[in-house]
């Protein structure tokens, strides 16, 4: 029992837990070695009532690129119309309909591209989908707060759930 308990810590802790995607340091890790990054999109660079996103986080994903990272949209939204306004506005390849923490969308992208899934940085603002979908590829998983959090009740209770899952690992 103690063995299961350790091993689903380890796969819903995140690596780094920050407030926004603003506050990644896009030249640390990218000295570090990380050479692509998994970005979800609802939420955490688009709010759920928003279509694009905002001029601040614009930048971001152009600095981004700037710096030298690969970017991907990898979203679980069912809307690729979402997930295609959002890759145009950017010009970034993007996913929609992935079914994180199920990897395979990310090791086709992986494999499709060539890429290293210790080079990843995977971000997102769910531990049950993006953290787990992260930490299970063996990449590096970034937990973002979500852009509105009282969007829904469905989405409330979520949220809820996964803050006592972090409380449980000892992250809050
Ligand atoms: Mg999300």
Same mark, same amino acid.
């Given at each position: ?27 640390d890790y990218y ?61 970034? /390849? ?69 803050? /006592? ?8």
């Open positions: 029992m103690k063995q299961y308990k350790r091993l689903i810590k380890a796969l819903i802790s995140p690596n780094v837990m920050v407030d926004s995607v603003l506050d990644i340091n896009l030249e000295t570090k070695g990380f050479r692509q990054i998994f970005l979800d999109i609802d939420n955490t660079v688009v709010g759920l009532t928003e279509a694009t996103c905002n001029l601040d986080i614009e930048h971001w994903i152009n600095t981004a690129k700037k710096v030298g990272f690969q970017v991907f949209i990898v979203s679980n939204n069912i809307s690729w119309i979402r997930i295609y306004k959002v890759a145009k506005q950017m010009n970034l /390849s993007g996913y929609y309909f992935a079914a994180k923490p199920l990897t395979f969308t990310g090791d086709f992208i992986h494999q499709k591209h060539q890429l290293d899934h210790q080079k990843t940085l995977v971000v997102g603002d769910q531990v049950l989908t993006d953290v787990i979908f992260g930490n299970w590829m063996g990449s590096y998983s970034i937990l973002v707060d979500p852009i509105e959090r009282k969007s829904n009740k469905i989405k409330k209770a979520q949220y809820k759930l996964e803050n /006592s899952l972090l409380k449980w690992v000892g992250l809050k």
